[in-house]
């Protein structure tokens, strides 16, 4: 698996001010904790947390170099965001070692165009991402799923695909993750049932009437 590096530096301060003056130049806080060592408190710029996922996504190994410290290999735990500006304002990194076997989220890569969609069908990607237990040093970018043989009304459950050795996948095995819908069609001349004899409501009459009742 590719890994990537980040250099970062050692906190200097602490406290929300803090926080917010180090922002004001484009670097965020962040922590380096697990495998039952002492967290480090860490800040770096948010560019280049930013280039790394864009690179390798959010399961990729990252080699973070903290000056003065040394090197951590980690992953991406969680990256808060400002609701507003959507801008990281903090990283937690998690310490792994290559042949721990943890669980994450690998996207599904879709291959091919489906037979039944040339004939008229809708393709529905109904499940985006699979919960896949395995080794660190084995995580793959995706999971990829031919799907160029579907049919109309054919669809492609978590059971019935194949992951490589030493995977597990914890969804349950009958949800789908990709089908082929019948296109909804209405002919020439159909229309919704109504109901002739009510009246259709005028909301504002309505509302009229409850202000004259209170």
């Known amino acids: 698996m590719e890994q990537a590096r980040l250099d970062v530096r050692l906190r200097k301060g602490k406290g929300k001010g803090y926080a917010r003056g180090i ?14 060592q002492e967290p480090i408190n860490i800040e770096l710029m948010e560019s280049g947390i930013h280039r790394i996922i864009r ?6 190994l990252i ?7 040394g090197e951590e290999v980690t992953m991406v735990k969680e990256l808060q965001t400002d609701p507003l500006t959507k801008k990281i304002i903090h990283a937690d ?10 669980t994450t989220h690998i996207p599904v890569t879709l ?15 109904l499940l985006r991402e699979l919960s896949i ?18 049919k109309i009304g054919d ?13 597990i996948c914890h969804d349950e095995p ?17 229309e919704l049932a109504v109901d002739e004899d009510k009246e259709p409501e005028v909301i504002s009459e309505r509302r009229r009437a409850e202000k004259e009742e209170e």
């Open 23 to 36: 922002r004001r130049i484009g670097m965020v806080p962040g922590v380096v904790y697990g495998h039952k």
């Open 55 to 60: 690179h390798g996504g959010e399961n990729v």
């Open 63 to 69: 080699n973070i170099n903290i000056a003065d410290h």
């Open 93 to 102: 990194f998690m310490r792994v070692s290559m042949e721990e076997q943890i």
């Open 111 to 125: 291959v091919g165009e489906p037979i039944g969609v040339d004939e008229g069908g809708v393709l529905e990607f």
């Open 133 to 150: 237990e395995c080794q660190v040093g084995n995580i793959p970018e995706d999971i990829k799923i031919d799907i160029s043989s579907l």
């Open 155 to 167: 669809q492609i459950r978590v059971e019935d695909i194949t992951l490589p050795e030493g995977m």
């Open 174 to 190: 009958v949800t789908v993750i990709v089908t082929v819908a019948s296109p909804t069609v209405i002919k020439e001349g159909e």
